[in-house]
């Protein structure tokens, strides 16, 4: 599960210790929070797709357009599950589950259980 990710010239990470997003612009030598709100759930994963910072929580799929500064829903159907962890195949977006594997070709707003 990245829980670190390469977001324009800053480095993005999940700090599961305090459940918050944290950006270095330093190589990672340290570290600032960027967004630490429990309405998100559990961050798990995140992925940058696009311009956008997708967001694995325990609550659905987050996504972000400014940075990891705040989320707002992308799809929180618990009928595909929990969502654990996301791929960027090229051609559709992956999300592995606690339901399975899906796919997304919406840019995660919707999904099909390969």
């Known amino acids: 599960m990245p829980q670190i990710v390469n977001l324009g010239k800053e480095l993005v990470r999940i700090n599961t210790q305090k459940n918050c997003v944290e950006y270095s612009q330093n190589g990672g030598r340290s ?52 969502f654990l962890n996301l791929q960027d195949s090229g051609r559709e977006l992956l999300a592995n589950t606690s339901k399975g594997l899906y796919y997304s070709r919406n ?8």
């Open 31 to 82: 570290w600032v929070t960027r967004c630490c709100n429990g309405s998100y759930g559990e961050f798990r994963d995140l992925l940058v797709y696009g311009s956008d910072l997708l967001a694995c929580t325990s609550k659905g799929l987050y996504v972000s357009t400014n940075e990891g500064r705040s989320f707002a829903p992308r799809c929180t159907n618990s009928s595909y599950g929990d």
């Open 107 to 114: 840019e995660g707003r919707s999904w099909v259980r390969r």
